[in-house]
């Protein structure tokens, strides 16, 4: 997870799995870990960035909102930062040298932000900010084509081109939103977290789910200044209710804008090495309600255009766009994503594909969660990690193999296929037999 360059046609490829470490709390902890089979992928240390990058081998953990909710819920500043300190500790003494923390899950913040309201999982009170103000210093603007080949042996390719030119404070748009009073938190727990990891050597990334918002019965709860409240009540587009939660609409540039603020004032804020995205971009198999009217307009100027390539190239603008505000901070920070580890799922079902970003270059590194073990009857271990092989091939960016050690001593339900339904349960060896297999087995070269 480096600034990118070019590279000989070396093995690239790394295995990234979860184990169960108990820290010194009375709950333990899912992480995740992660190995190079490079050369040297990545490097000690860089001049921009705050730079704890490896060599040789990235030993990686995700701190989600739930860790938050259930393992931190209702501690102070003094016993989170008692908490985060035994948690750094424990991670270095194991050997592990990157984490991903998250820091918005639902349009909220896990941090003191001037652009979403304190997380209801965070940990610790949540208080009202002072009112604030400020003048037009700035923004982002973007400029956004459509590329789609249709032939007689169908779609051929998607290119989207994107220009951005970015100027002022993070968080100053949507310009209409020129002051804001949302509820903060009475301590900081990414500040705090990242301070303690970097004094550990532990290097640390910003996780983001970029479109993913609040449940329906949960937004009267909300400020009504708060931006995504006013395009929910706004009925504009920008924020569609499906399934009782609200999700943001990538097709509007000021959405792309605000989720690029989110991750400038991160980057600008915080001491971490990059922005991560995880397998929430739209909503499971949206239906045509959801952006009806914004694919109509397109198609006319894009006759053939069908739904899916609408709505796969909006998320392609998307991560075009936050890999541009990543790389605007310093070449050397990182912008990577972990998608689902059915490629096909990722494409047909929440309109992502991982195979643009590694053609055009908009990812530093791709985590599929290849959550199957070797006898899964329609996606094993090797064929799904195949397809995210095949998708990444002849690019620069680097291929993480996520793992499922949650599934370890558990009985599956896949229905008329016992000995796979018994295969995690029967099996402790699965994460050592998959992590052989990519560095040792596979011949593969990305």
Same mark, same amino acid.
């Given at each position: 997870m480096q600034k990118r360059k070019t590279q000989s046609n070396t093995s690239r490829i790394q295995v990234l799995h979860s184990i169960l470490f108990a820290l010194p709390?009375?709950?333990?902890?899912? /992480?995740?870990?992660?190995?190079?089979? *490079?050369? &040297? =992928?990545? $490097?000690?240390?860089?001049?921009?960035?705050?730079?704890t990058l490896y060599k040789d081998k990235t030993f990686a953990t995700w701190f989600s909102y739930i860790d938050y909710s259930e393992l931190c819920g209702g501690m102070n500043?003094?016993? /989170?930062?008692?908490?985060?300190?035994? *948690?750094? &500790? =424990?991670? $270095?003494?194991?050997?592990?040298?990157?984490i991903y923390i998250h820091a918005v899950s639902f349009t909220d913040a896990f941090y003191n932000s001037s652009i979403y309201p304190a997380s209801s999982y965070a940990p610790g009170k949540i208080t009202s900010a002072k009112k604030t103000s400020s003048k037009d210093e700035g923004g982002i603007t973007t400029g956004v084509g459509f590329g789609i080949g249709i032939g007689s042996g169908g779609w051929r390719r998607t290119g989207?081109?994107?220009?951005?030119?970015?100027?002022?404070?993070?968080?100053?748009?949507?310009?209409?939103?020129?002051?804001?009073?949302?509820?903060?938190?009475?301590?900081?727990?990414?500040?705090?977290?990242?301070?303690?990891?970097?004094?550990?050597?532990?290097?640390?990334h910003a996780w983001i789910n970029p479109l993913r918002s609040v449940k329906d019965s949960e937004l009267s709860l909300l400020p009504d200044n708060f931006i995504v409240k006013r395009w929910a009540k706004a009925k504009n587009g920008r924020a569609v209710l499906y399934k009782e939660r609200w999700y943001l609409n990538p097709y509007?540039?000021?959405?792309?804008?605000?989720?690029?603020?989110?991750?400038?004032?991160?980057?600008?804020?915080?001491?971490?090495?990059?922005i991560h995205l995880d397998d929430y971009f739209y909503p499971e198999d949206a239906p045509d309600e959801f952006d009806e009217g914004e694919f109509a307009a397109a198609s006319k100027s894009h006759p053939g255009l069908t739904l899916q390539q609408f709505r796969v190239v909006n998320?392609?603008?998307?991560?075009?766009?936050?890999?541009?505000?990543v790389?605007?901070?310093g070449s050397s920070y990182?912008?990577?994503?972990s998608p689902a580890g059915n490629i096909n799922y990722c494409r047909n079902r929440v309109f992502s594909d991982p195979a643009h970003w590694a053609k055009q270059g908009t990812v530093d590194y791709i985590i599929p969660q290849v959550y199957w073990g070797f006898?899964?009857?329609?996606?094993?271990?090797?064929?799904?990690?195949?397809?995210?092989?095949?998708?990444?091939?002849?690019?620069?960016?680097?291929?993480?193999?996520?793992?499922?050690?949650?599934?370890?001593?558990?009985?599956?339900?896949?229905?008329?296929?016992?000995?796979?339904?018994?295969?995690?349960?029967?099996?402790?060896?699965?994460?050592?037999?998959q992590t052989k297999y990519e560095l040792e087995d596979r011949k593969s070269v990305v």
């Open positions: 709390v009375v709950l333990a902890l899912v /992480f995740s870990l992660s190995f190079t089979s *490079c050369k &040297s =992928s990545q $490097k000690s240390s860089a001049k921009e960035g705050q730079g500043k003094k016993e /989170f930062t008692a908490f985060a300190k035994d *948690c750094a &500790s =424990s991670l $270095k003494k194991a050997g592990f040298n990157t989207v081109n994107v220009s951005i030119g970015m100027s002022g404070r993070a968080g100053n748009y949507p310009q209409e939103d020129e002051s804001s009073n949302l509820p903060s938190l009475e301590y900081d727990p990414l500040q705090i977290m990242c301070s303690l990891m970097k004094k550990n050597g532990i290097s640390c509007y540039p000021e959405v792309r804008n605000l989720v690029c603020s989110v991750a400038q004032e991160l980057l600008e804020n915080y001491e971490i090495d990059g998320t392609d603008v998307l991560v075009r766009q936050l890999y541009k505000t790389k605007k901070k990182a912008f990577g994503i006898l899964h009857p329609s996606l094993p271990y090797e064929k799904a990690l195949a397809d995210f092989t095949e998708a990444v091939k002849g690019s620069d960016v680097e291929l993480l193999a996520g793992l499922a050690a949650y599934k370890t001593g558990t009985l599956q339900n896949l229905s008329n296929y016992p000995e796979a339904d018994a295969e995690w349960l029967e099996n402790t060896d699965i994460l050592a037999r």
